[in-house]
């Protein structure tokens, strides 16, 4: 408050003013200088155009399924700037590369920073003086290496493409944190996230800020917030968010945090929805005294306008976009502007515009992406934050959990003490590939990913538990009581590093907990040596629907659940649909399984038995009190861990991108259907770049055309078909939205059937027979990946070449490709081996 009042006092002396809404203010910078900028005479900054990608993350690289289309910029320039004259001086200009990320050394005469050179393809981390003389290139390799930051201990934390993945709901590569020596060397993985990590920085405690994005099973666009961790990988913990709650800004991307001298906040952008490019958004400060998911922790700094949320209202108020904020005080940010400026600004959000680039870079030209002014930073000397020791054994493939009480934790209610025997450990194995922002066809609305079943351990009397699991293997567990059911599903991500001990409360407990302490005595998980992960008996560590759980409901639902009899209205064969087969997608939208919570973008941590395998029908359905269907224990237990991890439809990443056929007789359905069946037209419209088919695909044999419920449905029953379009008083859902009626279909006037296909012979009919007959033929000449010959995605191969998974001269149309071999055998590549011991070496 002190300095608040000096700055107010050097104003009015200056004949400044603080206006009541964050506007120009003119003086602040002098203010500043006299007050916490004291001492600070030049700022470096990075130039350049933006990504070529909307999405914050997708700033290098290229498109997966284009590598023309590059998604990093040009015009990099690394500049200097004289706070008091005003004169900027170029230290790098590369009008074919690109600067990023730049990062003052502690003794204030070294910068660290991302350079693509001109006619290269990556990033990689050099150092340069102060003065523009001594570049030095630390890092190489094909991999783009980004956001460095220096640790206490000399060492460089930085984000990297070195982890081989591709963001699961997009088509961009993924980095995650690496960290190396001062020279480049000794490059070691210290994260295990198959989805993005962003922007560390060191806080004044020596643990590390940074952003991660990250979902299981639940909505991809709202939980990419503040984690921090040790700068050897261990004790990671949520800093704020990984939850869904609102802040000022609306729900946002938070990232480029960093610590406010002298306090415990942090200053960070909160990047509207999901995220801007390049960062973009407003500037916020987080007091975490509160914990971590309390909105009101957030206190709103610069202007902002809700009706801005979203890249679209971004777009069209550049000028409000602000980027990577640094602190000097509460009360004083040295901050970018959209449009390519330099501003200094307060705590109330008021600025001055201390620079701008020259105007024939700040004015956009035809075909040419927005230059901007990224990453401003003192050139001044700072002292070093603590140095926390490693406390990592790089020679243990495994790390180790210790769960305190299973029945701990927020929306837990209800769970009787012993009654969770075991947890089921599932992995989340990355992408090598990706295709678009869908899920299909490795589920239906469920998961993004594939997951391994690792196994299970038990849980005590008292809730404990204490296992290994592998070393920096990202896992997550779903707490099974005696008959195997789900009981609590975690919809997060833990993993451990090598020889790393971590400790819990419990499930999903509140995050200001502080004590592991049992209810009393000894956890009874710690009086015995940590359990081994035990596999699930007679179920494979990836399931395959087709191969695995299909033959069960062959020989336990198909004669009654079929395309004739259509019982309950039901058809769970393994014909093919165009994208997976008639019974999946007949289970999943008709919610006999509980897949995930709200559909694919619900919010995690559900209340127990509300998700997973108590939550589903289908169980219920094969317990011999339906038609006396009943499971064997080995067939109950493969279907059941088939739920609880996430019910996929596909087991292999090559399924992406192919094996999916269009099927487009949308004047048809428009002129024949849509009078009775609302809500339809977006469905069939949008199909023509196959989005949205996954709510009828069931409707669509290609195995037996003439069997498809789009043609059988509408058909009279006295010429086969089954009558089920009836006249209707009024308007009903298509039938294919079985999710919004689980109990079945409303019906209008049954009193008459519509008739909708008298006979056979109707045009119409034979116009769609013809159109499924020639999806049939399609698939039949693409391929699936569960089909003889098949083929994978150029693309796919192109990648696993590049990781050196596949031979460099392979012709995958001459030599055939075991997909899943190949899968594992990527995955196998990326994981954590011990490190030799002096003993061994």
């Keep these: 408050m002190r300095r608040v009042l000096e700055i107010l006092s050097i104003l009015a002396a200056a004949g400044g003013t603080l206006a009541a809404e964050p506007a120009q203010t003119k003086g602040l910078l002098q203010a500043f200088l006299q007050g916490p900028m004291e001492g600070v005479e030049d700022v470096v900054f990075a130039v350049r155009e933006e990504g070529g990608d909307w999405h914050w993350y997708a700033n290098f690289g290229y498109w997966s399924s284009n590598p023309a289309h590059k998604l990093y910029g040009r015009f990099g320039r690394l500049c200097r700037l004289n706070l008091r004259s005003g004169k900027a001086t170029t230290l790098l200009d590369d009008p074919q590369g690109a600067v990023r990320d730049p990062f003052v050394h502690y003794d204030g005469k070294t910068i660290l920073f991302s350079y693509r050179k001109g006619g290269s393809e990556y990033y990689n981390l050099y150092t340069i003086n102060t003065d523009g003389t001594g570049l030095k290139q630390l890092t190489r390799g094909p991999w783009d290496d980004i956001e460095p930051c220096y640790l206490p201990d000399g060492d460089i934390m930085f984000c990297s493409s070195r982890c081989k993945r591709w963001v699961p709901c997009m088509a961009s590569q993924v980095a995650i944190l690496y960290r190396c020596g001062p020279e480049g060397r000794?490059?070691?993985?210290?994260?295990?996230?198959?989805?993005?990590?962003?922007?560390?920085?060191?806080?004044?405690?020596?643990?590390?800020?940074?952003?991660?994005?990250?979902?299981?099973?639940?909505?991809?666009?709202?939980?990419?917030?503040?984690?921090?961790?040790?700068?050897?990988?261990?004790?990671?913990?949520?800093?704020?968010?990984?939850?869904?709650?609102?802040?000022?800004?609306?729900?946002?991307?938070?990232?480029?945090?960093?610590?406010?001298?002298?306090?415990?906040?942090?200053?960070?952008?909160?990047?509207?929805?999901?995220?801007?490019?390049?960062?973009?958004?407003?500037?916020?400060?987080?007091?975490?005294?509160?914990?971590?998911?309390?909105?009101r922790a957030v206190r709103r700094v610069s202007n902002h306008d809700p009706a801005m949320d979203g890249p679209k209202g971004w777009a069209k108020e550049w000028s409000q976009r602000w980027f990577d904020p640094y602190p000097f005080s509460e009360d004083c940010f040295l901050v970018a502007r959209a449009g390519g400026t330099l501003c200094v600004m307060d705590g109330q959000g008021n600025f001055e515009t201390i620079y701008a680039l020259p105007e024939d870079l700040r004015t956009l030209q035809k075909g040419r992406r927005p230059i901007t002014l990224q990453e401003p930073r003192p050139l001044v000397a700072r002292p070093r934050e603590p140095v926390i020791p490693d406390r990592a054994d790089w020679t243990s493939p495994t790390g180790r959990f210790v769960l305190c009480d299973v029945t701990r934790g927020r929306d837990s209610a209800g769970i009787k003490p012993g009654e969770i025997e075991k947890l089921l450990v599932l992995e989340l194995l990355p992408k090598p590939w990706n295709v678009s922002g869908l899920m299909e066809p490795i589920s239906a609305h469920s998961s993004y990913f594939i997951h391994r079943i690792?196994?299970?351990?038990?849980?005590?009397?008292?809730?404990?538990?204490?296992?290994?699991?592998?070393?920096?293997?990202?896992?997550?567990?779903?707490?099974?009581?005696?008959?195997?059911?789900?009981?609590?599903?975690?919809?997060?991500?833990?993993?451990?590093?090598?020889?790393?001990?971590?400790?819990?409360?419990?499930?999903?407990?509140?995050?200001?907990?502080?004590?592991?302490?049992?209810?009393?005595?000894?956890?009874?998980?710690?009086?015995?040596?940590?359990?081994r992960l035990t596999p699930v008996p007679g179920v494979p560590e990836i399931i395959d629907y087709g191969r695995d759980v299909q033959p069960i409901l062959d020989r336990?639902?198909?004669?009654?659940?079929?395309?004739?009899?259509?019982?309950?209205?039901?058809?769970?064969?393994?014909?093919?649909?165009?994208?997976?087969?008639?019974?999946?997608?007949?289970?999943?939208?008709?919610?006999?399984?509980?897949?995930?919570?709200?559909?694919?973008?619900?919010?995690?941590?559900?209340?127990?038995?509300?998700?997973?395998?108590?939550?589903?029908?289908?169980?219920?359905?094969?317990?011999?009190?339906?038609?006396?269907?009943?499971?064997?224990?080995?067939?109950?237990?493969?279907?059941?861990?088939?739920?609880?991890?996430?019910?996929?439809?596909?087991?292999?990443?090559?399924?992406?991108?192919?094996?999916?056929?269009?099927?487009?007789?949308?004047?048809?359905?428009?002129?024949?259907?849509?009078?009775?069946?609302?809500?339809?037209?977006?469905?069939?419209?949008?199909?023509?770049?196959?989005?949205?088919?996954?709510?009828?695909?069931?409707?669509?044999?290609?195995?037996?055309?003439?069997?498809?419920?789009?043609?059988?449905?509408?058909?009279?029953?006295?010429?086969?078909?089954?009558?089920?379009?009836?006249?209707?008083?009024?308007?009903?859902?298509?039938?294919?939205?079985?999710?919004?009626?689980?109990?079945?279909?409303?019906?209008?006037?049954?009193?008459?059937?519509?008739?909708?296909?008298?006979?056979?012979?109707?045009?119409?009919?034979?116009?769609?027979?013809?159109?499924?007959?020639?999806?049939?033929?399609?698939?039949?000449?693409?391929?699936?990946?569960?089909?003889?010959?098949?083929?994978?995605?150029?693309?796919?191969?192109?990648?696993?070449?590049?990781?050196?998974?596949?031979?460099?001269?392979?012709?995958?149309?001459?030599?055939?490709?075991?997909?899943?071999?190949?899968?594992?055998?990527?995955?196998?590549?990326?994981?954590?081996?011990?490190?030799?011991?002096?003993?061994?070496?």
């Design 454 to 531: 690792l196994g299970t351990v038990p849980v005590e009397a008292d809730g404990s538990a204490d296992f290994e699991i592998p070393a920096l293997r990202p896992v997550f567990f779903v707490a099974l009581d005696g008959k195997g059911m789900a009981v609590k599903r975690m919809q997060s991500f833990t993993s451990v590093m090598p020889g790393e001990v971590v400790g819990c409360v419990g499930c999903h407990e509140a995050r200001t907990s502080t004590s592991a302490a049992p209810r009393s005595g000894t956890l009874q998980a710690t009086r015995r040596a940590p359990s």
């Design 186 to 295: 000794n490059i070691r993985c210290v994260s295990s996230n198959v989805e993005q990590d962003n922007a560390p920085w060191v806080l004044s405690d020596g643990r590390v800020i940074y952003t991660r994005w990250e979902y299981v099973d639940r909505d991809q666009t709202s939980y990419h917030h503040l984690w921090t961790f040790n700068p050897d990988g261990t004790g990671v913990m949520v800093y704020f968010g990984n939850t869904p709650s609102p802040t000022p800004f609306g729900t946002s991307l938070v990232i480029d945090a960093k610590p406010v001298p002298g306090s415990d906040k942090v200053v960070a952008i909160f990047s509207p929805g999901h995220g801007a490019s390049e960062h973009a958004g407003a500037v916020g400060l987080i007091d975490p005294s509160t914990g971590p998911d309390n909105p």
């Design 556 to 841: 336990h639902c198909v004669k009654c659940h079929n395309a004739e009899k259509f019982a309950g209205e039901l058809d769970l064969s393994g014909d093919r649909t165009p994208w997976f087969t008639v019974g999946y997608v007949s289970l999943m939208w008709k919610n006999y399984v509980s897949h995930s919570h709200n559909g694919a973008n619900g919010s995690g941590n559900v209340a127990p038995r509300k998700l997973g395998s108590s939550a589903s029908p289908l169980l219920r359905t094969l317990d011999g009190s339906h038609h006396d269907a009943r499971l064997s224990d080995a067939e109950r237990t493969l279907v059941r861990t088939w739920i609880d991890a996430s019910a996929p439809f596909a087991s292999t990443y090559a399924s992406l991108g192919s094996g999916m056929v269009q099927f487009r007789p949308t004047e048809i359905v428009r002129r024949r259907c849509l009078s009775c069946h609302e809500g339809g037209t977006d469905v069939w419209q949008t199909t023509g770049d196959m989005f949205g088919l996954g709510r009828w695909d069931y409707a669509l044999n290609l195995s037996h055309p003439e069997k498809a419920l789009i043609l059988r449905a509408p058909l009279a029953k006295e010429m086969g078909g089954l009558g089920l379009c009836q006249n209707r008083k009024n308007k009903h859902p298509a039938i294919w939205e079985f999710q919004r009626y689980p109990e079945g279909l409303p019906r209008g006037d049954r009193s008459a059937p519509a008739n909708v296909f008298k006979d056979t012979r109707d045009p119409d009919y034979q116009a769609l027979l013809a159109e499924l007959r020639k999806a049939a033929a399609e698939l039949d000449k693409i391929k699936r990946f569960d089909m003889p010959g098949f083929v994978p995605h150029e693309h796919y191969v192109r990648e696993l070449k590049r990781f050196g998974i596949l031979p460099a001269d392979l012709d995958p149309k001459k030599t055939p490709i075991d997909v899943h071999e190949t899968d594992e055998k990527y995955w196998q590549s990326l994981y954590y081996r011990p490190e030799p011991t002096a003993a061994s070496r």
